[in-house]
């Protein structure tokens, strides 16, 4: 062989293997030490200073287009005014202050009783407007801001963070340094489990409160859409308390009425040019119980020329490859799956597993109790699956993940970290995933989403 021809061969050779590469899934060789995480003191997380200080204060979109907010926050003592929130547009006369009225609740939980519950919902915003907005009187008086979303339309961009498994741990601090670290996040989905108050002998409840704390310097600032993990059920019936999601549901307020859910478990909303779905893993999803009902309903609801952008949040992942809580998810994705292809949803989110995977776009819809077709094919319709239970928890890390690495799985890794979507117009997405290394987000996985409505046929590409 000629020196050129040789030359050919072997950059033949060494496209091909490129090529064989690239479509095969990729376990990540960066590979975090599986330490439990350590959480931080309840005393790295003091309540405000000052009599009667709101805290723990959190927002989240209040109604179904973006034109409402709820203002949750809590009060040690019910003092006249405890549950009044002032607001008013930025840059305004501060005399054209407007108020709302919280609905205050406080619950008990084995030998705990918590501080004052409020959740204010301030409606008719305007889109796309800073407002700022003022808890507490006297010296004790906080303010905090929050943007409102644009108007819903096609081609409005917007940007999301994605957040799963929190807990309260030294990595969960990293994982929200990193993501308030960037500038472009505007709201964030959360997959469920938050605080890990369970993980404590007696549901020690306190952690709610330091976790409530935690989140506030983000979710003060920009609505948190939250899903419902396991840590949220709560359930203990040694020590009397049955009452499933007392906790959770006491602290945080989601708009489920404005979608006619039933529960705040399951509901969604519309935000710029997304439509999100929030499930919930641990309540009944077979046919005729009040979710299946509610989400086949729904998605008739979604009108992708209005958001072209349709995203379901679940706790449970459908598609993980990890054997730590492997399958959990199974039950509810045979159930509703074959929806979610046949709807073309964009990105099903979930947590659960600590550790991060993205899917193929696969389907497993042909089964019945016959024909023996049980396996994920190949479906350009079907959502990816991405499974971020890595936010910092307090059990560690998930690095046992099933060999050989299944087709299924496009790239996976046992490293914590967070998301960012990019929403750019009816088209286009950017998503990223930042692990957390050496104290820094690092784009460890990256992919330009083609949205399945309006590229119903395009395969996505690695970006970087
Ligand atoms: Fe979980």
């Not at 989601?254 to 859910?261: G, I, T």
Request: glycine share 6%; net charge negative.
């Amino acid at each position: 062989m000629k020196l050129n021809h040789l030359a050919l061969f072997f950059s033949l050779v060494v496209f091909l293997t490129i090529s064989v590469v690239s479509h095969a899934g990729v376990t990540s060789s960066y590979v975090r030490v599986a330490e439990p995480s350590e959480e931080m003191a309840l005393e790295v997380f003091p309540p405000p200073s000052g009599y009667n200080a709101p805290e723990q204060v959190h927002i989240t979109q209040g109604d179904h287009n973006g034109r409402a907010m709820i203002i949750s926050w809590v009060t040690p003592v019910n003092d006249d005014g405890s549950n009044i929130v002032n607001y008013w547009v930025a840059g305004t006369n501060e005399t054209t202050k407007l108020s709302v009225e919280a609905s205050t609740t406080s619950y008990r939980y084995f030998d705990y009783t918590s501080g004052f519950l409020h959740h204010a919902t301030i409606k008719g915003l305007e889109y796309d407007t800073k407002y700022f907005y003022e808890l507490g009187s006297g010296r004790s008086t906080r303010q905090f801001n929050f943007m409102t979303p644009p108007k819903v339309g096609p081609d409005v961009p917007y940007t999301f963070g994605i957040i799963g498994d929190l807990g309260q741990t030294y990595a969960s601090n990293q994982t929200l340094a990193n993501y308030m670290s960037n500038p472009k996040g505007q709201a964030v989905l959360m997959v469920g489990d938050l605080s890990y108050a369970d993980d404590h002998p007696n549901h020690d409840q306190r952690k709610w409160d330091s976790y409530g704390r935690f989140v506030e310097p983000s979710a003060a600032y920009q609505p948190w859409i939250w899903a419902a993990g396991n840590h949220e059920i709560d359930y203990d019936a040694n020590i009397g308390e049955t009452q499933a999601f007392k906790p959770y549901m006491n602290r945080y307020n989601v708009p489920y009425k404005a979608s006619q859910s039933t529960s705040p478990l399951w509901y969604s909303i519309k935000r710029a040019s997304a439509y999100i779905i929030v499930l919930s893993s641990y309540s009944a999803f077979d046919k005729y119980t009040p979710q299946n009902s509610w989400l086949e309903s729904e998605l008739k609801k979604v009108n992708r020329e209005e958001t072209p952008w349709l995203f379901v949040l679940v706790h449970a992942p459908w598609y993980n490859s990890n054997n730590y809580h492997y399958m959990e998810g199974e039950s509810m994705r045979v159930t509703f799956e074959p929806w979610c292809v046949e709807n073309k949803v964009d990105i099903v989110f979930a947590g659960h597993v600590h550790a991060y995977e993205r899917s193929e776009r696969v389907s497993n819809i042909k089964y019945n109790i016959t024909d023996g077709l049980s396996y994920p094919v190949k479906n350009p319709s079907a959502p990816i699956y991405i499974t971020i239970g890595d936010g910092g928890n307090i059990e560690g890390i998930a690095n046992d993940f099933t060999y050989p690495q299944p087709s299924y799985s496009a790239y996976r890794e046992a490293s914590f970290g967070h998301a960012m979507l990019e929403i750019k117009n009816r088209t286009h997405a950017l998503y990223t995933w930042h692990r957390n290394q050496d104290n820094e987000p690092v784009v460890a996985d990256s992919l330009w989403v083609k949205n399945r409505h309006f590229l119903p046929e395009e395969d996505e590409a690695v970006s970087v």
